[in-house]
Nanobody, 121 residues
């Protein structure tokens, strides 16, 4: 069983920071790209940022300069550091991974269960 487990969500005041973590576990041979997505109430899920296995990142315009996506390949873990948070960043944040299964070498896309970030005073 392969799974992604997110943590770090919570309530934060506008302008404050928060860091999300996502750890992959299971029978994993390799992890390619990983991503953070978010879904606000009444809205569609949207891409926040992606990171390749080599560490190259892409950010949504709405978070550029405020969010930083990093990963540790040895730990199969990624982090999303969020600074200068705004009310419009309030959403459930989901981790996503494109990984290769050990044994079968099959590619699999996996989603985490989501973690709620609420930005409010």
């Amino acid at each position: 069983q392969v799974q992604l487990v997110e943590s770090g969500g919570g309530l934060v005041q506008p302008g404050g920071p928060l860091r999300l973590s996502c750890a992959a576990s299971g029978s994993i041979l390799d992890i390619n790209a990983m991503g953070w997505y978010r879904q606000a109430p009444g809205k569609q899920r949207e891409l926040v940022a992606t990171i390749t296995s080599g560490g190259s990142t892409i950010y949504a315009d709405s978070v550029k300069g405020r969010f930083t996506f990093s990963r540790d390949n040895a730990q199969n873990t990624v982090w999303l550091r969020m600074n200068s948070l705004k009310a419009e960043d309030t959403a459930v944040y989901y981790c996503n991974a494109d990984l290769v299964l050990r044994g079968s070498n099959r590619h699999l896309e996996v989603w985490g269960q989501g973690t709620l970030v609420t930005v409010s005073s």
